[in-house]
Nanobody
Framework: QVQLVESGGGLVQAGGSLRLSCAAS????????MGWYRQAPGKQRELVAT???????RYADSVKGRFTISRDNAKNTVDLQMNSLKPEDTAVYYC????????????WGQGTQVTASS
């Protein structure tokens, strides 16, 4: 069973920075894509950023130039550095991983709250 454990959320003033981290646990894992999604109250969950095992990245237009995703394939960890945070970035952020071994499926973390106050 794969578990995703997130850390690093919190409260910050607008313009500030936070770093989210996520670690995937499980034996002999093969994870293709890892990333972050977010869900604000009353809104659908949306993509923030993803990164493949080969290092290809994808960002939501709203975070380009402010957020940076990085990954350690050997440790199955993914980080999200968030700079110049805005109140509209306030949401619960979920870690995401798409595994190809031992099972082909997606996994989600429990979510971590990020609040950027104005």
């Amino acid at each position: 069973q794969v578990q995703l454990v997130e850390s690093g959320g919190g409260l910050v003033q607008a313009g500030g920075s936070l770093r989210l981290s996520c670690a995937a646990s499980g034996s002999r894992l093969s994870i293709n894509t890892m990333g972050w999604y977010r869900q604000a109250p009353g809104k659908q969950r949306e993509l923030v950023a993803t990164i493949t095992s080969g290092g290809s990245t994808r960002y939501a237009d709203s975070v380009k130039g402010r957020f940076t995703i990085s990954r350690d394939n050997a440790k199955n960890t993914v980080d999200l550095q968030m700079n110049s945070l805005k109140p509209e970035d306030t949401a619960v952020y979920y870690c995401y991983a798409f595994s190809t071994f031992p099972l082909t499926r997606a996994y989600w973390g429990q979510g971590t709250q990020v609040t950027a106050s104005s």
